[in-house]
């Protein structure tokens, strides 16, 4: 190897100096030596630093890791709950809805009873108010009828018929010619 080197060692001029390329024998072992100590000292006390702290940070972000998904796990457990509140609640809408609905038709059910019931009511007074209204159109037109039958009654037969014990006879017995349908059979 040095045939290869020694052209490059020479000077072109002939002077006998070395090449400044080449570095001397001397610095080459000085160089190897520092370098030795240099990375001796930086494996033994620079690496284990770099160690411990890439250690560090590795267990930081394994624990920032876990810490984090603890969380999401937490997070995503209070999520369900959350949805299972809610849709709780939406039953208990939906049956707070069925029941207002239940007790609407119940009300109506008893409005419409109750209407019912007043109207039947109204009906039947209508019907008593009736009835004693004719009662006191029958007593009063028995009461003109009689007075207009004996007064004829008193014409015809030329007596007067003012005896109040003859003209009620009469009157009861004219009114039940005509209720029987036979006038004058008597």
């Keep these: 190897m040095q045939s290869l080197i020694a052209p490059f060692v020479v000077d072109a001029a002939g002077d006998g100096k070395l090449n400044p390329l080449l570095p001397h024998l001397v610095e080459i072992i000085l160089s190897l030596v520092v370098f030795a100590i240099l990375f001796f000292l ?48 939406r039953h208990e809408a939906a049956r707070i809805r069925e029941e207002a609905r239940e007790q609407g038709a119940a009300i109506i059910a008893e409005m419409r009873e109750q209407a019912q019931a007043e109207s039947a009511r109204i009906v039947e007074h209508g019907k008593v108010q009736i009835e004693a209204e004719r009662q006191q159109a029958v007593t009063s037109l028995r009461a003109e009828v009689g007075t207009l039958a004996t007064t004829l009654a008193g014409r015809i037969v030329g007596e007067s018929l003012e005896d109040d014990a003859r003209q009620s006879r009469v009157v009861e017995r004219f009114l039940s010619d005509l209720e029987s349908g036979t006038p004058g059979s008597h």
């Design 42 to 89: 930086v494996k033994k006390y620079v690496v284990p630093n770099f160690e411990k702290t890439y250690t560090e940070r590795t267990q930081a972000i394994e624990g920032g890791l876990a810490a984090a998904e603890t969380k999401q796990a937490e997070a995503d457990a209070k999520l369900a709950e959350l949805e299972q509140q809610l849709a709780d609640a």
